[in-house]
């Protein structure tokens, strides 16, 4: 694998096993599992190779088994239907002849019709918000040591964070979060790399904003968090080495598990894409 800021297109580079199999490997980062948005991504470009002069609208995925970033992952990918305007993948995710992740993805012809959208949030510009050295310098020292961590962890996908207050304690506030996201290197032209770029992002930090009425967060020991299903829709075409604004939110939190959503808007304020997922947010407070 590349290194971690170019592997981007790497982790899409998927080999061709023929039968509509296709092989995804995980990137050398010292995980101790499979982070779920590299399965989103993979599987959805793995159904886009089957798929001719149509683009991804929609997709539905639910995840199985935590993946072990060191085995090579496999995605077989069912041709479910093929109309005149909409085409149907299903790709099921497998390691050791195990089910890992589950997806169905629909296509659809380019068509013309109705357009209205939400109004994006007034927040300010990537530029107005501090980059990775003004973050290192100026916020991240006074944060908890798992928070520095993170933001301080290399990846191929940069975060600005809006509310960045919300880490440093721990009050309890309105369940919404806005970061902005991109690829940190340019990406090539093709449709298909930035929509499986994007659906790489939208598992970043989505589950950790329904923690956030309860004045915790995903890196508290005592919570015992991951995602269980996560569903994407594609409304207008963007270009995912642009900024993109991320804006969250968490309706409800109930029986262990968090729902969240979120919809993306580009620099040009146009909604290009839509997010729901709910995640287990399991109290653990046996865990020091």
Known sequence: MNSVPDSLTSILDLED????????????????????????GQALYAACKTVEERQPHSLHAYFLLPGDPETPIIYEVDRLRDGRSFTTRRVLA???GAAIFAMSASFQVEEEGYEHQMPMP?????????????????????MPAAV????????????RPVEFDRYGDDSKREPRFNVWIRAVKPLPDEPAIHQS???YASDLMLLDSSLIAHGTTVFDNRIQGASLDHALWFHRPFRA???????????????ARGFSRGLIFDRQRRL????????????????S
């Open 94 to 96: 497998l390691q050791n």
């Open 197 to 199: 770029v994007l659906a």
């Open 241 to 255: 080495d642009d900024w993109l604004l991320y804006a969250q939110d968490s309706p409800s939190t109930s029986g």
């Open 148 to 159: 520095r961590a993170y933001y301080q962890r290399e990846r191929p996908i940069e975060i």
């Open 17 to 40: 096993l023929g039968n509509n199999r296709f092989q995804g490997r995980s990137p050398r980062v010292g995980w101790q599992r499979v982070f779920g948005g590299q399965v989103i």
């Open 122 to 142: 007034d927040v300010p510009m990537p530029e107005d918000l501090p980059d990775r050295d003004g973050m290192a310098r100026d916020i991240l020292p006074h």
């Open 272 to 287: 290009v894409a839509s997010v729901a997922q709910e995640g287990l947010i399991r109290p653990r407070p046996d865990r």
